[in-house]
């Protein structure tokens, strides 16, 4: 609320009331004044639904996270113009930004590009009640426009507001292994340092297939990801297997909000399988007696954190927001702290053999032969 005045916006709401007195209607309004209105509803209906799912559940000692520790927002600066500056084929004010900006601000409001040809310079995205539309306009270059055609909704799909997250739109995952020393004004890309794991590309197939060959696997496994009849999946696709070894947890302490951009060309299909019962099937065969496991101190500790997350689970059953109550999603985040830290302590050498062995011999058995069938049909991409 207290940045309103600052960027000269309104809510959605106000804005309504506001345009009802404008004898010409709702086209008075340049389309950048309705943007900025709608990233504050964002704001604002996203703190709200934060505050109440918050309060639907067990009293917490600890206040939930503030904006100003948010690391993702939009920021605006006024700048003076004059009319005859204007070109010709633009008859309201315009605002100016960078075009990597405007694909974070479209992600941030759950909008996703459906079309973009950059030799016709036509470009359309469309979601969450939003459409973007943005065209060659002599004098002036590339102007987008944002229409309303639905209702809007940031409440549990409001993404994560850290900065990291901007790395996933672009389909770079940063790994447990960046460093926060790091200048993060600009990308240093996995194909830059080859030997870096701090960063992975997930945004093509082609990509997944060199950052197979980040973390050294042979040539058979990263042409898997170059072959359009090859398996790449179980129960899902063993890309988001690799995003959950090596990804980087990105959730805010105190905070509710848990929506990531997908950074893979895979869908997340949450009803191919029930991560619940994948979590109670290992806890049963981590601490299964019988099994071929060496009773060392880092096995009782995943069976230690295993049982921490079942009882978890358990104790989630009994709130008002099953399934995402915020004691649980503390306790998720705490049993991950403690797995990166582990990894990090034995190093990203180690971490690389381990990873490189599971996905060779992984991809190998879903693509054999012999074993085609005992895994399902095929995946194509």
């Not at 600890?62 to 700048?79: G, N």
Request: glycine share 6%.
């Amino acid at each position: 609320p207290l940045s309103l005045d600052p960027t000269r916006s309104l809510l959605p709401n106000e804005e309504a009331k506001h345009q009802s007195l404008l004898q010409s209607g709702v086209h008075e309004i340049a389309p950048w004044v309705t943007l900025l209105s709608e990233l504050q509803s964002m704001e604002k209906e996203s703190r709200e639904w934060q505050q109440e799912h918050s309060n639907h559940g067990p009293p917490r000692n600890v206040p939930l996270v503030d904006f100003y520790e948010h690391t993702l927002a939009v920021t605006v600066r006024s700048k003076q113009r004059s009319w005859d500056t204007m070109p010709s084929s633009v008859k309201k004010p315009y605002a100016t930004t960078a075009m990597c900006h405007l694909l974070e601000i479209a992600a941030m409001m759950g909008i996703y590009w459906k079309e973009v040809d950059r030799a016709r310079d036509q470009y359309r995205a469309e979601g969450n009640g939003y459409i973007l539309t943005g065209s060659n306009v002599g004098e002036l270059g590339i102007m987008f426009t944002l229409q309303i055609c639905g209702k809007s909704r940031f409440e549990d799909n409001r993404v994560i507001p850290v900065d990291e997250v901007k790395d996933l739109w672009c389909g770079f995952v940063s790994t447990l292994f960046w460093s926060k020393v790091r200048d993060r004004g600009r990308i240093v890309f996995s194909n830059e340092y080859p030997n870096d794991l701090s960063f992975l590309m997930l945004g093509s197939f082609n990509e997944i297939a060199e950052t197979m060959g980040l973390i050294e696997c042979n040539t058979d496994t990263a042409n898997y990801f170059r072959t359009y009849d090859a398996k790449h999946g179980h129960l899902f696709p063993l890309p988001f297997e690799l995003l959950g070894m090596l990804g980087k947890t990105l959730r805010i302490r105190n905070s509710a909000f848990r929506m990531l951009p997908n950074p893979t060309p895979y869908h997340w299909d949450k009803n191919s399988f029930n991560i619940r019962e994948l979590l109670m099937e290992y806890r049963k065969r981590i601490g299964d007696t019988e099994a071929d496991l060496p009773p060392v101190p880092q096995i009782e500790a995943l069976i230690g954190h295993a049982n921490t997350l079942v009882a978890a689970l358990k104790k989630d059953k009994n709130f008002n927001t099953p399934g995402y109550s915020m004691p649980l999603l503390d306790t998720v985040h705490n049993v991950l702290d403690k797995c990166d830290w582990f990894l990090m302590e034995i190093g990203r050498d180690l971490v690389r053999m381990v990873v490189r062995e599971h996905f060779q011999e992984g991809l190998k058995l879903m693509n054999d032969k012999s074993g085609a069938d005992a895994l399902g049909p095929p995946q194509a991409p």
